[in-house]
């Protein structure tokens, strides 16, 4: 019996399954690292979003639902955005993880799956199989706040990140853990100050302090780095102290605070924290390009036009900050690949958010591989907060990379035999060696 010889982009995804990853960035929980059902699956927030888009009802997706109930109620739905990219993953999980080979969720079948993954997620060993096996994923890093209470819970191979949203963009980033849990206003800045810095808060000088004493307290053994997002209208600018002082006088004795003086406390308490990392030579990731809740919460990729050489001034600056850039916007691929080939100390990790999506992933890649060292971007994060979409979103990377380095290799610019090391380093090396994960 005669076979056809697997094609170059299926040879180069042989590739990548059989490479070691290493993913900069999660929200798996060590408690429960996979999905415990079906309902649970589909709750990720990039699949709802686009069954939000094909008009189902949000009183269909309320939590109170019974898992079932609300699994039924999507199956309409989910036919209509079969086309998109999330779709595709959605379905690739649950063909390649739990043998549904249907085209489709209908009323008929959907029950037998949501056995099988509800069997899946009560097996203690499956995380490991999804993640370990499946996925070659050598190490992970989540949300320090996804951390176990239970030591036994708490893989080797993963490792944590500090969420520092909340200190950078009061107002956008709100109620995160394990610091800033319940907060979800932007007048909360300075009771958030004091309740992980202590009372007193009342000089500049007594809020750096305790501000680096904190850090040297969380961003320390397997909390290898902090992470933010910035909204596309924030900058890092020095910080006017005597205005600092004026307000931290006032809030510290008891006076009200206004917006304005929560953003200029904010501008300090951003300003120091990369101090803190460049005296600490430390990484810092950052994810931009996106803005948040327009129209009742929405969020859309956009950056404002000075940006590139607003933030080239901040690398350059804090020139011992190692800092990461995770984009959800494709406006500025070129000049974000620009900025990592020039500047030592900046990097790009994979395609995030409004960026996960083959046409930008393709692009990304190959953009990269031309203008910026292999050293300086990572192929892979996947922003899941299940183990199971961690492996549906490395075969959108996959697929994505494989047809990138493809044409690269058919227009002459690599042999075939060179992808093993590429892909080697951009999976692999450079994530651990960026956040020091050997």
């Not at 993963?158 to 932007?186: N, R």
């Not at 590429?422 to 651990?432: A, G, S, V, Y």
Request: proline residues 6%.
């Amino acid at each position: 019996m005669f076979t056809s010889e697997p094609s170059l982009p299926e040879r180069i995804e042989r590739i990548i399954r059989d490479t070691k990853i290493v993913d900069p960035h999660t929200h798996i929980r060590c408690d429960q690292p996979t999905a415990p059902d079906l309902a649970s699956l589909m709750s990720y927030h990039w699949l709802q979003t686009e069954l939000n888009s094909v008009g189902q009802p949000p009183a269909d997706r309320d939590p109170s639902l019974p898992p079932d109930e609300r699994v039924r109620r999507a199956i309409p739905y989910l036919r209509k955005m079969r086309n998109t990219a999330m779709s595709w993953c959605f379905y690739r999980i649950l063909r390649d993880l739990f043998d549904f080979y249907d085209p489709h969720l209908t009323e008929q079948n959907y029950r037998s799956i949501i056995d099988r993954v509800s069997t899946a997620g009560s097996d203690p060993g499956w995380a490991s199989h999804v993640l370990n096996e499946r996925c070659k994923i050598e190490t992970l890093v989540t949300s320090l706040g996804n951390k176990s209470a239970d030591p036994a819970k708490n893989p080797s191979y993963v490792k944590y990140m500090l969420d520092a949203h909340y200190l950078f963009c009061p107002g956008v980033a709100t109620d995160l853990t394990p610091y800033f849990t319940g907060l979800t206003s932007k007048t909360a800045y300075f009771s958030a100050l004091e309740s992980i810095l202590g009372a007193g808060l009342g000089t500049p000088a007594i809020v750096a302090r305790r501000l680096n004493d904190w850090l040297d307290s969380v961003v320390r053994d397997d909390v290898r780095f902090s992470n933010t997002f910035i909204p596309i209208q924030q900058r890092f600018n020095e910080p006017d102290e005597t205005a600092v002082a004026r307000i931290l006088a006032r809030a510290a004795s008891g006076g009200e605070i206004n917006g304005d003086d929560v953003d200029v406390l904010a501008g300090f308490v951003s300003w120091k924290t990369l101090e803190w990392h460049h005296d600490n030579h430390k990484a810092f990731q950052i994810a931009v390009g996106a803005e948040y809740f327009i129209c009742d919460g929405k969020s859309i990729p956009r950056f404002q036009q000075t940006w590139t050489s607003d933030m080239a001034r901040v690398f350059h600056r804090f020139s011992n900050v190692r800092f990461d850039l995770m984009m959800a916007s494709d406006v500025l691929s070129h000049e974000v690949a620009v900025l990592a080939r020039q500047f030592p100390n900046v990097y790009l990790s994979g395609y995030w958010w409004h960026n996960f999506f083959p046409p930008m992933i393709e692009k990304n890649v190959a953009m990269r591989l031309q203008v910026a060292p292999m050293t300086k971007f990572g192929g892979f994060l996947c922003d899941a907060y299940y183990a199971e979409w961690t492996y549906g979103k490395l075969q959108v990377v996959s697929k994505s990379m494989s047809a990138a380095f493809s044409h690269l290799i058919e227009s002459g610019f690599y042999e075939e035999e060179d992808v093993p090391g590429m892909l080697k380093q951009i999976l692999h090396d450079t994530p651990r060696d960026l956040y020091e994960l050997a």
